[in-house]
Structure formats: structure tokens, C-alpha cells
């Protein structure tokens, strides 16, 4: 990521779903200024305990990625680990254009996802996980005439069962480039999580866009 980004200290980033701050603190730990939006107050708290803990300063803001507060305010934008692509296709494009709102000239946005090609390849519809005597079943379904998988987590913790269901949209390299030049970039260029360029094998899709 530092690397296709040519980040360096001092640079101003925002993680958009930033989680629990994995990627966040550790950008910050680097010397950039960084700002981390999440929907969620629970991983937000997290995410600040780890930064006092390593005695860094990120600010985090509980938000909506379809309605960011800034104009040209950023170098770089980071959506990584398939963060991207959870909404109505017509809020998906308006994360791009708020983004690109929110960067300053020549800024970049990092979108960091699965490689849907390769996922199609090697489509599992279930999976179980097994760590300290409890499980995590999920069980996916996927819709090629809306590029959605349609997914059901089943949690088993302590005795206790816990479901969540939702879908995430696949793309392809040439759909994110065409959306991303529709929402104003200026150019995009595709990547592998290697950092080579991306190929039919590569494990995910790093798709660069400049503003």
C-alpha cells in the first residue's frame, strides 16, 4: 500500500471504514496524519484504545462513507479489504465521487478488494472456522446477474449462536475504472496485493485512482 501510494511521512490520509484502526494506527505510527471513518462506535473504540496504547494520534470519526465532511483536504484515501461495495450500486458510485471530493489535486484512492475473477475460480458456498472451541460458519451464495454474494455468518461462542446476513458486490478491474473515471478521477491503474500488476491469478485487486 505505501508503496503504490508513495506514502511518506507527513502526508494526510483518511481510512475510509477504517475498522478497528489496524491499517489507521499503523499509518500514523509511520508519521502521517491520519483520519479514520467508521460506521461502527463499537470498533471506533477499539480502534482508540489501540492508538493511545501505542501513543499515536489518528482521529476517528463515527460517519458515513456516502457523506464525507471534506472538500480537497486529502492526499491519499485508503477502502481497503473488500470495504467497498456493501450498498445500492448508486450509493457504491457515490462513495467515489465523495472521495474524489475529498482529495486534493493529484491525491490518490487505494480500493483494495477481491479479485473477482480469481474468486469465481475458486468459489467455496461454505466454510468453517474453528479457533478455542468455538465456530464460524458461513455460508455464501452468488448472483451473477447483480455480482453479488449473498452471505450468512453463523457465530457458535460460549454456547451461544449468533447469525448476521449480508451481501457484498464483486467487481470487475474494468467496472471500478469506469466507475472511478465517472466520478472524476483522471486516471486508474490496476494492481495485484503483490504490488505487480494485476492478473487473472492475482488474490486481490488494488485498483489506483488519481485524481
Known amino acids: 500500500m505505501g508503496r503504490l501510494l508513495g506514502l511518506e511521512p507527513g502526508m494526510t490520509v483518511l481510512d475510509l471504514a477504517c475498522g478497528h484502526g489496524r491499517i ?5 505510527k509511520r508519521g502521517c496524519h491520519v483520519t479514520g471513518l467508521d460506521a461502527s462506535a463499537f470498533f471506533l473504540d477499539i480502534a482508540r484504545r489501540e492508538a493511545a496504547e501505542w501513543g499515536v494520534e489518528v482521529e476517528y470519526i463515527q460517519g458515513d462513507m456516502r457523506s464525507l465532511p471534506w472538500t480537497e483536504h486529502f ?4 477502502i481497503w479489504l473488500t470495504a467497498f461495495g456493501y450498498f445500492e450500486d448508486e ?10 471530493r475529498a482529495l486534493k489535486a493529484g491525491g490518490k484512492l487505494i480500493l483494495d478488494s477481491f479479485n473477482r475473477d480469481l474468486m469465481l475460480k475458486q468459489f467455496r458456498p461454505e466454510m468453517v472456522t474453528e479457533r478455542d472451541g468455538n465456530y ?22 460460549d454456547g451461544k449462536i449468533r447469525r448476521m446476513e449480508y451481501f457484498v458486490r464483486y467487481f470487475t478491474y474494468t467496472e471500478i475504472r ?8 483522471s486516471q486508474v ?10 492478473t487473472i491469478d492475482s488474490q486481490r485487486m488494488d485498483a489506483i485512482a488519481k485524481k
Open 189 to 198: 491503474e490496476g494492481y495485484g496485493d503483490d504490488g505487480k500488476p494485476l
Open 91 to 100: 450509493d457504491n458510485r457515490r462513495v467515489l465521487t465523495e472521495a474524489n
Open 136 to 157: 464460524a460458519i458461513d455460508r455464501h451464495r452468488y448472483d451473477i446477474l447483480t455480482g453479488r454474494s449473498y452471505s450468512e455468518k453463523i457465530i457458535i461462542k
Open 75 to 78: 492526499d491519499c484515501i485508503i
Open 178 to 185: 469506469d466507475w472511478c473515471l465517472q466520478a472524476g478521477f
Open 24 to 28: 489507521a494506527n499503523r499509518l500514523a
